[in-house]
């Protein structure tokens, strides 16, 4: 997951962390690989390349309230705009739903249109948000058997 990082432009690492990250503290690297799969759910989208896998995107959804979870994503930009951010967040909000969450928020920044495009796909809708930093988008989930 690191390298997949170190892999990204500074400009793809600032639009997902919201700061031009170039690494990580210690505390970062534990939050990212202790994934739970009931409130911290991540996937990872592998490619081979030279005849070794490598990720080349990732996302994810921490639960920060019961019912609702934040999601994020990074893309290696060798790999933007092949629909991977899409394919991983459709199985996340799948997880999601399965999971009985009723809704995924996720913040953008509003230079981001990629990933504005990608929300607004997948029917996230723009709520009010204080921060006129980033754009707050949400996405109500049905039950599964709704």
Known sequence: MLAAVERTSLESRYRRFFVAKRDFSEKERTFFMNVDFKQHVAL???VTE???????GGGRYVVFEAGR???????????????????LMGHLARIARQA??????????PENAAMLKVFS??????????????????????????
Request: charged content about 20%; cysteine-free.
């Open 100 to 109: 009985g969450l009723e809704e995924l928020v996720a913040d953008v920044l």
């Open 69 to 87: 979870a934040e999601m994020a994503f990074v893309v290696v930009d060798a790999w933007q705009g092949r629909g991977i951010g899409s394919l």
């Open 121 to 146: 796909k997948a029917g996230f809708v723009p709520i009010t948000r204080h921060d006129p930093q980033t754009v707050r988008l949400a996405l109500k989930l049905a039950r599964p058997n709704a």
């Open 50 to 56: 030279h005849s070794r896998p490598v990720i080349v």
């Open 44 to 46: 990872v989208a592998v």
